[in-house]
């Protein structure tokens, strides 16, 4: 068993919000002191009340010192059919020594969103559109008090979207026999998928499993929320098989989605039948899962087939299903150079991109919040694979390759830091004769100041696009200057890493690994396409961790697992992968945080798109795929399966996913 031991930041991060909320209390403010007249008067609950005598005294708390909410668990059950219920809540809390109603007083929330609404005499009132564990929250003066109110959601009845569901499929499909020779298969999502749960776009894929087959019953069953339905075939024959891809109503997408984030597993399955009920095949199921918090942030990609262009996606801004920005194209260059491998500011101001592909190197430094080049393209200086630091006022880079030329050298290649703002180099870290590639600056500033690259062979005559036999190093800042590089993961004969991405915690380390077939190329021999970092079929995503020393990498078997249109094969290309900027909640106990990679893997019925690249390299194109990662997970594989994301282009190759906090509009 091998177990990674996730980061220093991260691990005081979970002690730091233990002690922030594993034992808050409240104290009360110290009562102002007053004087009054009279005497046996009996003071009111704001405090403002006087008596008929007395003298002097303390004037009475106008703050409850506790809070009770009733009741503290309820359980509601709603259909489509009847999507009312309530739930009456009442808050008692102590005033000045003595039990009160104070339900009219607080202030009252129900989380998550979507599933009730609540008023301020504490009624909650479900909005029958899905279901799930609430929290409902009464606060007042400091104090608060929660109740968990269960809401079981149940929808049967034709997808909104579909059309010519007879009135009475509900009944057709109550039969429990299966009859196989009409059991569609699932194609897509795979099994064992987690999806964050404002994901939209996603498809259902199935084989249609018997030409007879014209009503179909997609089942979403969980704990708090199950979806029963009724579709048509919207025919694909374009991929590996004939069969039905379904993309559910975004209304019911969300009720699984809301109702099930941070739960269990979803069970999916596909019934079909003709409409008249002859018999009904049922497909096996699979799972999926929601995480507990929405993914956000801004993802720049870059597509390369047919046209060459940045495109960019806002992940909290966009709730329904709609095409990607087309960003940045040769008309911000020099009006015909593209643009490829880019780099952003972690806050999302800022983009560097290297132009005109391998032997070019020339610079666009883009100020995304004005929408204009920082500086006249080309910069003066030439790199390939940039990364920006923490505070987004440097990016490092580095440039190996021969100007105007796809012919490799052999040689020491230093990693450059360049200023943010004006793109001029700063400094030189000097790696004593290694050959440096793909570097990636940390995100964290809770952790060290680390840059992992790739320590490629500096005796073979590649390119900055082709690394040969490479190894994964990391140089770290002491606070006054650069330190030596040290190995994370050594390198080996036969097999090429490359590709580091460090995670948001500052310490996960995801590389790639490709089998080769030739060794290290002979001086002046052409390099191994097998094992040459591009679009490599071999490509294999492995997770190590800075503090460990890269010791025991684990192999993410669950996010290279090819899905059932695969047919079993590994050589999936699983490229270039690149970490969301956030560690997020899997659940009330978990971590969790999200990896993007390039794959040539089938999406489901779906084939990938044509390549863009040499058809000696690459015979198909790459999508972008997502996969999360569970913090939680001590031991071997803390991956889950991946899914492709649903707003990308698949006409088209796109790869090389990068991450910012913030989707900035100019402005």
Not at 388 to 399: D, I, T
Not at 554 to 568: E, T
């Amino acid at each position: 068993m091998r177990t990674i031991q996730f980061g220093r930041a991260f691990r005081s991060a979970l002690i730091v919000a233990t002690l922030i909320f594993g034992g808050c209390g409240f104290k009360p403010a110290a009562n102002p002191t007053g004087t009054g007249t009279g005497t046996g008067g009996t003071a009111a609950v704001d405090g403002g009340g006087t008596g008929s005598g007395g003298t002097g005294g303390s004037k009475p708390s106008t703050h409850p010192t506790s809070l009770n909410i009733d009741p503290s668990t309820a359980t509601l059950t709603v259909t489509n059919a009847n999507p009312t219920q309530t739930q009456q809540y009442t808050v008692t809390g102590m005033v000045n020594g003595q039990m009160q109603d104070l339900t009219s007083q607080v202030t009252f929330t129900a989380t998550p969103n979507g599933v009730v609404t609540i008023d301020g005499n504490g009624l909650a009132t479900t909005t029958g559109k899905s279901g799930g564990a609430i929290t409902v929250t009464a606060s007042l003066g400091g104090l608060s008090t929660t109740a968990t109110l269960i809401v079981y959601y149940t929808f049967i009845g034709a997808d909104p979207g579909a059309t010519g569901i007879p009135d009475g499929a509900a009944t057709i499909f109550t039969t429990t026999s299966n009859d196989s020779s009409r059991a569609p298969q699932l194609v897509y999502p795979n099994d064992g998928v987690l999806f964050p749960p404002n994901i939209t776009g996603i498809e259902i894929h199935f084989t249609q499993g018997s030409s007879s087959n014209t009503l179909f019953e997609v089942t979403f069953a969980a704990t708090y929320v199950t979806v029963n339905a009724f579709t048509r075939c919207t025919a694909f024959s374009g991929g590996v098989a004939p069969g039905c891809i379904y993309t559910p109503d975004p209304g019911l997408w969300a009720a699984v989605a809301t109702g099930n984030a941070g739960q269990g597993p979803v069970q999916l399955t596909v019934r079909g039948t003709d409409d008249t009920g002859t018999s009904v095949g049922d497909s096996g199921s699979l799972q999926m899962r929601f995480a507990r918090d929405n993914i956000d942030g801004a993802l720049y990609y870059w597509t390369t087939s047919g046209k060459s262009a940045i495109m960019r996606w806002d992940f909290s801004g966009s709730t329904t299903l709609q095409a990607p920005q087309s960003y940045l194209t040769p008309t911000n260059t020099d009006g015909k150079t593209c643009v490829g491998c880019h780099a952003l500011a972690p806050d999302g101001s800022a983009l560097v991109a290297s132009a005109g592909g391998q032997g070019d190197g020339r610079l666009l430094l883009w100020d995304i919040k004005n929408n204009k080049a920082l500086m006249p393209f080309p910069l003066a200086m030439r790199s390939q694979f940039e990364s920006w630091n923490a505070a987004g006022s440097q990016f490092v880079g580095m440039y190996g390759d021969t100007q105007n030329s796809t012919r490799g050298k052999a040689g020491a290649v230093n990693l450059t830091i360049f200023d943010g703002a004006t793109g001029t180099m700063v400094t030189t870290i000097n790696l004593a004769g290694a050959r440096a590639d793909h570097p990636d600056w940390s995100k964290s500033t809770d952790s060290p100041n680390t840059i992992v690259f790739t320590s490629a062979d500096p005796t073979a005559p590649t390119t900055d696009q082709h690394p040969s036999t490479g190894a994964i190093d990391y140089v770290q800042y002491d606070g006054t200057a650069w330190g030596a590089p040290q190995t994370l993961v050594p390198s080996v004969l036969g097999k090429n890493r490359y590709y580091p991405a460090i995670g948001p915690d500052g310490d996960l380390v995801a590389y790639d690994e490709s089998t080769c077939t030739a060794g290290t190329p002979a001086a002046g021999a052409a390099p191994d396409l097998s094992c040459d970092a591009d679009t490599d079929a071999t490509a294999t995503i492995f997770l190590t961790t800075i503090s460990s020393g890269g010791a025991n990498p684990i192999l993410l078997a669950n996010a290279n697992r090819p899905g059932i249109a695969d047919n079993g094969t590994p050589a999936l290309t699983d490229s270039f992968p690149k970490w969301s900027p956030f560690v997020s909640n899997l659940n009330e106990m978990d971590k969790l945080v999200w990896l993007t990679f390039s794959s040539t893997r089938q999406y489901g019925l779906r084939p990938p798109p044509a390549s863009s690249m040499n058809s000696s390299e690459a015979k198909t194109g790459t999508l972008i795929w997502m996969v999360g990662v569970n913090l939680g997970v001590g031991n071997d594989d803390p991956s889950y399966t991946a899914f492709a994301l649903p707003f990308q282009d698949i006409t088209t190759s796109n790869h090389i996913a990068q991450w910012a906090k913030f989707f900035i509009n100019p402005g």
